[in-house]
């Protein structure tokens, strides 16, 4: 178990690190861009969310309590923490495009 909650403590520290390292207020200055920027939030609240049930359902796993594989309790803290990451970045990323196809 000691794995399980040292990996679950850096993945919930880095999801924080990784969304509060740049800040955004700045960038929000249309409607257009802060509805999409809240809007976006559903799937990072939802996939946080899911982080932390994956890591519920690997501490299962890992007990003996629930009749899953190994590779689907992995992939219940994997898929979520790369939606989190792939959602972040895109919210992120619209901001500091460079070249012609920055707005």
């Known amino acids: 178990l000691l794995p399980i909650a040292s990996g679950g403590l850096l993945i919930i520290f880095a999801a924080w690190w990784i969304y509060f390292v740049v800040p955004i207020h700045g960038h929000l200055r249309s409607n257009r861009q802060a509805f999409l920027w ?16 994956g ?5 299962e796993q890992t007990v003996g309590k629930a009749h899953i594989s190994t590779l689907a309790a992995a992939a219940a803290v994997t898929l979520p923490t790369a939606l989190y990451l792939l959602t972040v970045w895109a919210l992120h990323s619209r901001h500091f495009k460079a070249g012609i196809t920055q707005q």
């Open 55 to 59: 890591l519920e359902v690997a501490v």
């Open 38 to 53: 809240g809007y976006g939030h559903y799937l990072v609240f939802a996939s946080a969310a899911a982080i932390g049930a």
